[in-house]
Nanobody, 124 residues
C-alpha cells in the first residue's frame, strides 16, 4: 500500500514555473507507476501526466505537453511535476496518484491510491 502527500501548490502568476512534489510512503513505491491529475469544480478529474516505475516512459495530456515535466526519485520516494509557462486554465486542484499497472493509464479510476490534492491558482 502507498500513501501520497502533495505539496508545492499556491498562487502563481501567468507564466510562472512552480514545481509540485508528491511524497510517498511505503517500501514498494518504486514498483508503482505514478500520475498527476487535476480537477476544477464541476468537472471530472483529468489526467495530466504519468511516469513508469523506472522513469523509462512518461505520458502527458495534450494540454500540458511541452510545458509540464513529470519525474521521480525512487531513492526519495518522491514524484515531481515541474510546471512551466502556466496559464489561467491550469488553475485546479492537483492530485498525485499511484497504480500497480502500466503508466499509460489516463483514467482516474485506474489508479489505486490518491493524495488529498494541492491547489494551484494561476492569476493574471
Amino acid at each position: 500500500q502507498v500513501q501520497v502527500v502533495e505539496s508545492g501548490g499556491g498562487l502563481v502568476q501567468v507564466g510562472g514555473s512552480p514545481r509540485l512534489s508528491c511524497a510517498a510512503s511505503g517500501r514498494t513505491f518504486s514498483t508503482y507507476a505514478m500520475g498527476w491529475f487535476r480537477q476544477v469544480p464541476g468537472k471530472e478529474r483529468e489526467f495530466v501526466a504519468s511516469i513508469t516505475w523506472s522513469s523509462s516512459s512518461t505520458y502527458y495530456a495534450d494540454s500540458v505537453k511541452g510545458r509540464f515535466t513529470i519525474s521521480r526519485d525512487n531513492a526519495k520516494n518522491t514524484v515531481y511535476l515541474q510546471m512551466n509557462n502556466l496559464k489561467p486554465e491550469d488553475t485546479a486542484v492537483y492530485y498525485c496518484a499511484a497504480r500497480r499497472g502500466a503508466a499509460s493509464a489516463t483514467w482516474a479510476y485506474e489508479y489505486d491510491y490518491w493524495g488529498q490534492g494541492t491547489q494551484v491558482t494561476v492569476s493574471s
